[in-house]
């Protein structure tokens, strides 16, 4: 069952990023490594082109995004006794696909396509060389603030954005007081500083295999140091990272996280957006760069997406007009 708090989809302004990720009760996160025999170009080409816009054909999701990682940033960070902030360079994911579900309705809904059930997963060998997907607990994701504003970002992002994973400490308490001390303590607060522009918190539930089972994928983690949380930040300037962590108590700090990595989002490739396919879910990017560059706007339009792409256009409406 939704929140209370919830505002119906349909009633949502669709530039309030936080608002329409706010209506969800379920995240899907896979952290991707790409295959070592392939250019990462290639590898990141096939996923946003290729196999992306399968996702856009398949009713059910609210929000698809790609991000592209660049390599763990060690050096944002003031040092604090107790927590490292080096990340092995093989553990480290070259990509991160973030989805999200309204219900758990919309979850079977799109788990029960033939596309999303079997051609999908087929398709995953062709560019990722190991894979490890998890399932958010119901309402647990959060996105705090987000004063972009735009809830269908293509390409870089206009200011220094990072997926921050959080490792924590071993032996300290249980999965649920980690996740409340790094919603509450953490994510809250931070979210509050006047440079941070857009912040999401997922916390995540232990890794014992991957939510996605995709043949020919190795689903082990690269190594033992899983992530039970990932924040999304967004700043004016790379040094406010710095000043976030030395504003946390520094012992209480180090006693519930025992590493955090931060990786640059080089790009972000939305596919799906408040329901409903983006063009580049649609046509993939480069053909959506082509046409604006040409200034053919009649093929960005309503009826010719109708007219090329029929049910798939709607997206989730097509599960609510059928309920």
């Not at 999303?116 to 959060?142: K, M, Q, V």
């Not at 705090?144 to 504003?149: A, E, K, Q, S």
């Not at 480069?286 to 997406?305: F, K, M, N």
Request: proline share 7%.
């Amino acid at each position: 069952m939704a929140r209370s708090s919830h505002k119906e989809p349909q009633s949502l302004d669709p530039s309030d990023t936080a608002g329409l990720e706010n209506a969800t009760q379920l995240a899907l996160t896979a952290f991707c490594w790409w295959r070592a025999d392939i250019p990462r170009q290639v590898c990141e080409d096939y996923w946003r082109d290729v196999h992306g816009i399968m996702f856009a054909r398949v009713p059910g999701m609210w929000q698809c995004r790609q991000l592209r990682l660049a390599a763990n940033r060690s050096d944002l960070w003031p040092a604090v006794r107790g927590v490292s902030f080096d990340a092995a360079d093989a553990a480290q994911p070259q990509g991160m696909g973030h989805a999200l579900f309204v219900s758990e309705a919309d979850l079977v809904a799109f788990g029960n396509n033939p596309i999303a059930r079997e051609t999908i997963p087929n398709d995953a060998h062709n560019f990722i060389g190991r894979i490890g997907a998890l399932l958010s607990s119901p309402n647990s994701g959060r996105t705090l603030v987000d004063r972009i504003c735009d809830p269908a970002m293509q390409g870089h992002p206009a200011v220094p954005t990072f997926v921050l994973g959080f490792v924590p400490r071993a032996g300290a308490a249980s999965v649920k007081a980690f996740h409340r001390y790094l919603t509450e303590q953490v994510a809250h607060p931070w979210s509050r500083h006047p440079d941070v522009v857009r912040l999401r918190v997922e916390p995540l539930p232990p890794y014992d295999r991957s939510a996605m089972s995709s043949p020919g994928v190795p689903l082990q983690w690269p190594n033992d140091e899983t992530y039970l949380g990932w924040i999304e930040l967004a700043v004016r300037n790379e040094s406010v990272a710095g000043d976030l962590l030395a504003g946390v108590h520094a012992d209480e700090f180090a006693s519930q996280v025992g590493a955090v990595h931060a990786y640059p989002i080089r790009e972000i490739y939305t596919i799906i957006s408040a329901g409903r396919p983006t063009e580049v879910g649609l046509r993939g990017y480069p053909a959506v760069q082509t046409i604006i560059a040409t200034g053919a706007d009649y093929q960005r339009s309503e009826g010719i997406l109708n007219l090329l792409y029929g049910d798939a256009v709607r997206g989730l409406d097509q599960i609510r007009r059928q309920a």
